[in-house]
Every structure is written in structure tokens, then in C-alpha cells.
T-cell receptor
Framework: QKEVEQNSGPLSVPEGAIASLNCTYS??????FFWYRQYSGKSPELIMF????GDKEDGRFTAQLNKASQYVSLLIRDSQPSDSATYLC????????????FGGGTRVLVKP | DGGITQSPKYLFRKEGQNVTLSCEQN?????MYWYRQDPGQGLRLIYY???????QKGDIAEGYSVSREKKESFPLTVTSAQKNPTAFYLC??????????????FGAGSRLTVL
């Protein structure tokens, strides 16, 4: 079982709709959860991170964390063609040297 | 502007050769990391360093070596022992945020191709 799992996609979303991405993790000791966006051939860019159960909003993005069910999700509202990218979920476990473990990423395609 | 500089951006290597990828940061971050990314896949941790003169193996350290002689620099050597080195290599650094979250900042990456 992979430590961090994501559906590889592609997730096809009409422009203006909500894109919903999910990520599950296996280590219950995980403490911080990150979403990165990666355009093709480029390096990942941080969208946001969350470490408390519940929702955290930043502009058009909302991260949702449920530690009991061991999942974290990302919602992208009013999706734009420029949101077409691969979205990487990453999990941090402080006791494991504070390193981040990444999922395989979900490819999102926003169609005009 | 502060950031992470990786060089070279593209590198071609013949089988049996060692190559060294450079990573320099001026963010005054304590921790530095090397990840490898294969096509269509996520990032896998090769090595990381939390302080100068100390580093730890990640999940796929075999065939790689690193050094951390200066806070700003964390070069990665891909040795001939690495059987499948063709990949996109990403260097990152981090400074813990006030919340305790370990936020990584990435360099632009180095794409290594073995001929």
C-alpha cells in the first residue's frame, strides 16, 4: 500500500465548475498536509497546506482535512483553463525527520 | 530575489559516468532535499539534510551521493551505480513555518538523460 494515494486522472472539468481532488494517506501520525500544483515540465508550486481538521480556504482553493478518515481533499472553484496541471498531495510526519511524502498526483484538465 | 538555483537544467550522460547536479539556495533555509520524478509519477525522496555536515538517506538513495559542506549548497552526484538515472531531479529547501508545517520551496529542476 502506498503511503499517499491519489487518483491519477485525468479529471476533466468544464470551465467555471468545481474540481474536487482527493488524497488518502496511511500514516496516522501524519501532521501536516500540502497541495502543490505542477505544470508540465516545471517544478511544483505550493498552493496551500492544512494541519487541523476541517476546511481552509485561500481564494478559489479550499483544502479539507479529515484525520479520522485519513484523507485530505482540494476543491478548486470557478475552474479556469490555467488550472490545468497536475496536483500533488504531500504529507509530513514530524517523527520521520520532517520529510514530505508525495502522492503520484492527479492530472486536471479544465475545458473551455 | 531569494530562491533556489539548480544547474544544469538539462544534462546528458553516457552510461558509466558520474554526474553532479548543483543546488544553491539563498533563502537561509536550514533543510535541503533532493527528489526524483519519473514521467507521470510523483516525487520520491533521494536524500535530505537538516543541518550542515549532516544528511540522511531518503527512500531511493542507492546509486546517489550528496554533501552538505555549506548551508547554501547541497549537490547531488548520480553515480554509475544508479541503474536507471534518466529522470527529472528536483532540489528543495525548507524553513519551518510558525505553525510547524514544513513548507518546501523547489528549484526549477534538472533533467538528466542517459544516452
Amino acid at each position: 500500500q502506498k503511503e499517499v494515494e491519489q487518483n491519477s486522472g485525468p479529471l476533466s472539468v468544464p470551465e467555471g465548475a468545481i474540481a474536487s481532488l482527493n488524497c488518502t494517506y496511511s500514516d496516522r501520525g501524519s501532521q501536516s498536509f500540502f497541495w502543490y500544483r505542477q505544470y508540465s515540465g516545471k517544478s511544483p508550486e505550493l498552493i496551500m497546506f492544512i494541519y487541523s481538521n476541517g476546511d481552509k480556504e485561500d481564494g478559489r482553493f479550499t483544502a479539507q482535512l479529515n484525520k479520522a478518515s485519513q484523507y485530505v481533499s482540494l476543491l478548486i472553484r470557478d475552474s479556469q483553463p490555467s488550472d490545468s496541471a497536475t496536483y500533488l498531495c504531500a504529507v509530513n510526519h514530524k517523527a520521520a525527520g520532517n520529510k514530505l511524502t508525495f502522492g503520484g498526483g492527479t492530472r486536471v484538465l479544465v475545458k473551455p | 530575489d531569494g530562491g533556489i538555483t539548480q544547474s544544469p537544467k538539462y544534462l546528458f550522460r553516457k552510461e558509466g559516468q558520474n554526474v553532479t547536479l548543483s543546488c544553491e539556495q539563498n533563502l537561509n533555509h536550514d533543510a535541503m532535499y533532493w527528489y526524483r520524478q519519473d514521467p507521470g509519477q510523483g516525487l520520491r525522496l533521494i536524500y535530505y539534510s537538516q543541518i550542515v555536515n549532516d544528511f540522511q538517506k531518503g527512500d531511493i538513495a542507492e546509486g546517489y551521493s550528496v554533501s552538505r559542506e555549506k548551508k547554501e549548497s547541497f549537490p547531488l552526484t548520480v553515480t554509475s551505480a544508479q541503474k536507471n538515472p534518466t529522470a527529472f531531479y528536483l532540489c528543495a529547501s525548507s524553513q519551518h513555518s510558525g505553525s510547524g508545517a514544513n513548507v518546501l520551496t523547489f528549484g526549477a529542476g534538472s533533467r538528466l538523460t542517459v544516452l
